[in-house]
């Protein structure tokens, strides 16, 4: 048996920790030889504290054999001690009359302190995932306040975008899902994302020939695909929860076992690369293996393509500039 590994949530009592948990007590994360310690963050309020608790009972009661331990606190440097993985999803939703300006300013500071609990007690290969919305901002604030972990340890989930894309490819091509690679996402998790399937093939022959439908790609494909989030909130009243704890497991299990060579998207820190400025967190197509990802570079951009990857480039610039201030 394997030594157990620390794997932190945030935000446990909500949706998608419900979601999220038992999957990764299961196995289906890190393996089915994999023991985990589940170390779950819910805020102080007595209504959140008294829902972890629920949910930690529910855990108990599922005797998963891979559950090695847990801890549930209301402290993040208690939730991240020597965390190796670390799902940070909770953070504040938008209420109403609320600006994308207020949201920001909020979570920002929900992910200073995160990302300083991070930078202060856990393991110094910790892998980070931001889930909680607006994710790369959370990100990118996440991994400037613990400059002592390596910056490519910050990741933003863009991979239910990617899940999307793929999802409408497959229909509109009448093909396996499965059969679909290189398909890429560029940018921010927010409708301005750019899904990108000029390189995407089916059994090895190119996607974009077997549609060949620019009016579907421009008109339809990249419009469903950003506004899908806005789509499940508005038919179920709630945001997306079982699909986003789905993109969450499949990023993190890709980042720690690997891809076999195939293309996914991960929210990652820029190299400078395809003309996005160091550092910003940024939608890019990547292959892992050995616990690292690696981006596909040289792909080449297209007028079309560079007016997306800009367009959704220029939001994640307007969402930094206006947390700079607090990060110093
Ligand atoms: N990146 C994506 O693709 C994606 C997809 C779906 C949802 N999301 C985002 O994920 C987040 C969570 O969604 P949800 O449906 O689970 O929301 P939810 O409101 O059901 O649950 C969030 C939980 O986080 C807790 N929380 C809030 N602030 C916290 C803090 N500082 N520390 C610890 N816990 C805290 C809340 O008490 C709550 O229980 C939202 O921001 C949502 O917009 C992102
Ligand atoms: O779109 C949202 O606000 C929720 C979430 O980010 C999603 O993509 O489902």
Redesign the pocket.
Known sequence: MKTPVRVAV??A?????YALLFRIASGEMLGKDQPVILQM???PMEK?QA?LKGVMMELEDCAFPLLAGMVGTDDPKVAFKDADYALL?????RGPGMERKDLLLKNAE?FTV?GKALNDVASRNVKVLV???P?NTNAYIAMKSAPSLPAKNFTA?LR??HNRALSQLASKAGVAVADIEKMVVWGN?SPTMYPDYRFATVNGASLKDKINDADWNANTFIPVVGKR?AAIIEARG????AS?AN?AIDHMRDWALGTNGKWVTMGVPSDGSYGIPEGVMYGVPVTCANGEYTRIEGLPVDDFSRAAMDKTLAELEEERAGVAHLLG
Do not use: F, Y
Request: aromatic share 0%; charged share 5%.
């Open positions: 945030t935000g009592a909500g949706q998608i920790g963050l819910e805020l959140a829902a999803v909770g953070a504040m939703p929900i995160q889930v909680g919305n994710a989930m239910l975008d998790h989030g709630l945001s997306s929860a986003a993109a």
